[in-house]
């Protein structure tokens, strides 16, 4: 895999503003945040609840769309794409892990993996050797055939992971991924992340309010009341 060497997981975000109109009140959750992301970097989102760290990385996820200002992924306008586009793009550019696993309990931890690449028309053959490599990868070798009920919080995670990864996706987007795990698998999975984040040089960036988690970022981006409040590299 080489996802990472084609300059696609850049992301820029330029003065973005998100508001949520809920009855009489309207919420600010976004207030103008601008930021640029290279390609590869391991960027952790900080603040405290409320401070729009889910906001952002639904923006920048193509789930949502902004108010106003601007959001380009490796070099392409996201903010402007109409719905049907911003999907598709979504499907082929970005991985997500979620907080909790969300994985399909019906289907095995393989074929958790194998149906994000039959959605993209991939072949058979190609499915099934790119499952059994990720899955290995991920350290879920001989464990392909479970289904996530019989699977710890950790291993579901690192299915969620694979999952993510297999599509070589330019950008792995994670909300809060340790939040339910205990701090010792929560640690497994990141060391799992910043390893796939270097081996591939995927971008990843994932939100946080655990110090833990943050301890591991190369790059840190504080959000308070929705804005950005520091950005610091190390
Ligand atoms: N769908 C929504 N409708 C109305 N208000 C919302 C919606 N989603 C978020 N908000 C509000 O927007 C603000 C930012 O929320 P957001 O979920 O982005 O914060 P967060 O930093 O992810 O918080 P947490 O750490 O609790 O997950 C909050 O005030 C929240 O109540
Ligand atoms: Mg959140």
């Known amino acids: 895999m080489s996802s990472g060497e ?45 401070s729009g760290k889910t906001t952002l990385l639904n923006l920048v996820g193509c789930i949502d769309a902004a108010d106003s200002g601007e959001i380009t992924i490796g070099g392409t ?8 586009e911003l999907a598709m793009f979504r499907r082929r550019n970005l991985g997500f892990v979620f907080q909790t696993f969300n994985l399909i ?40 055939n479970r289904l996530p009920s019989r699977l710890s919080g950790g291993q579901q995670q690192r299915v969620a992971v694979a999952r993510a990864l297999v599509k070589e996706p330019s ?6 991924p340790t939040a339910n795990l205990d701090s010792d698998t929560g640690q497994a999975i990141l060391e799992l992340m910043r390893s ?13 309010h655990d110090p ?7 790059r840190l981006i504080r959000l308070h009341d929705g804005a950005v409040a520091s950005d610091e590299r190390r």
Request: charged letters at 25%.
């Open 6 to 50: 084609n300059g696609k997981g850049t992301v820029s975000v330029e003065n973005v503003v998100k508001t949520y109109a809920t009855g009489e009140s309207v919420v600010h959750a976004l207030r103008g945040v601008s930021l640029e992301v290279a390609q590869g970097e391991f960027l952790s989102i900080a603040g405290p609840s409320g």
């Open 212 to 218: 833990m988690v943050m301890a591991f970022a190369r």
């Open 196 to 208: 796939m984040n270097e081996r591939h040089r995927t971008t990843f960036v994932f939100s946080t």
């Open 77 to 84: 306008r996201v903010s402007s794409m109409k719905r049907d």
């Open 105 to 144: 309990p019906v289907l095995s931890a393989s074929e958790n993996v194998s149906f994000t690449l039959s959605l993209l028309g991939i072949g058979e053959r190609e499915i099934r050797e790119r499952t059994r490599a990720i899955l290995a990868e991920v350290g879920l070798a001989g464990m392909e």
């Open 171 to 176: 950008i792995v987007l994670a909300d809060e």
